[in-house]
């Protein structure tokens, strides 16, 4: 029987978030949390996938795919995922990604990255609504890259021995309604939300060039700096500040939430020296330590 698997990996933004929906630059790299596409021949459309709590994404793809390239909709679809919608890395662009890639290999159709890009940005924003597409193209790329909105600028980002530690809240940040919670405030003070965006931007390329010179000091404080402009959009929660917080104290060079805020993940910039000291005070502090690597393919 004829079968194609392929996978995507799940995404953390280490800069830039919010402000990168609004044609500004982040920083993106891909974590080592990911979900498996498996097609296989069957005489009708089947869709197993226990572990994804949305298969809009997989059926959106396998339409699209389909209409696309003149194919008819007649085979199974199997995901296995390792981790969920609940970590908020990034599962919706994983499991698009994963299918489109899985077609691919399944119908020889020899899409380029950037054609896969495309086509599950697409379908991404076709479910969500909006997005800027960087966790698409966190699964689509892998590693780290500097990414402009639409894909206008998709460029890998030679991280090093950078070193972080995710903590986990244990609140489920609800993403669509935050990019609507920005967006409303926008547009009732455009000025105000666009020079934070703005500042945001310009921290986003001070950590390119800190991250270049591999200047970790400099780093971690536009990291720290993010966050601040980032609770000035209202994202922030007690949750995330806190564990922000204690991980400044253990030492670390700079901590950010990560994502749309509401909940979900921060994470601390450090070295090996103080890494199992920010690791304790976060999960002393309630959180949960997410082992989990970064820049990976
Ligand atoms: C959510 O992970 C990141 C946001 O910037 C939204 C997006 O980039 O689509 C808040």
Redesign the pocket.
């Known amino acids: 029987m004829k079968k194609n698997s392929a996978k995507a990996p799940g995404k953390l933004?280490l800069m830039g978030?919010?402000s990168?929906?609004y044609g500004h630059p982040?920083i993106v790299t891909a974590v080592d949390r990911y979900i498996a596409a498996i097609i296989s021949e069957d005489d009708k459309y089947i869709v197993d996938a226990p572990d994804v709590s949305n298969t809009d994404y997989v059926d959106k793809m396998t339409s699209f795919f389909c209409k696309k390239n003149n194919i008819e909709k007649k085979f199974k679809v199997t995901t296995k995922a390792d981790f969920s919608d609940m970590n908020g890395l990034?599962s919706s662009s994983a499991v698009s990604v994963a299918t489109c890639k899985a077609l691919n290999d399944y119908f020889e159709t020899g899409m380029s990255k950037r054609e896969i890009f495309d086509m599950s940005y697409h379908v991404v924003k076709s479910v969500q609504g909006?997005?800027?597409?960087?966790?698409v193209a966190a699964g689509t790329y892998g590693g780290t890259i500097y990414y402009e909105k639409l894909g206008k600028n998709i460029e890998p980002v030679d991280i090093n021995g950078m070193s972080i530690v995710i903590g986990n809240t244990g609140v489920k940040a609800k993403?669509k309604e935050?990019?609507a919670k920005v967006a409303k405030a926008r547009e009732e003070n455009t000025e105000k939300i666009d020079d934070i965006f703005q500042r945001i931007s310009a921290l986003v390329l001070e950590a390119k060039r800190n991250i270049a010179d591999l200047n970790y000091k400099s780093l971690g404080e536009k990291m720290t700096l993010n966050h601040k402009l980032l609770c000035e959009l209202n994202i922030c929660t007690p949750e995330l500040d806190r564990l922000v917080e204690v991980a400044l104290k253990a030492g670390a060079f700079g901590a950010k939430l990560s994502?749309?805020g509401g909940g979900d993940n921060m994470f601390a910039l450090v070295s090996s020296e103080n890494r199992s000291a920010v690791e304790d005070a976060i999960t002393n502090a309630g959180g949960t330590v997410i082992n989990a690597q970064i820049n990976v393919s």
Do not use: F, P
Not at 130 to 135: E, L, M, N, P, Y
């Open positions: 933004i978030e919010h990168v929906v982040c990034g909006s997005g800027s597409g960087a966790d993403t935050y990019v994502g749309a």
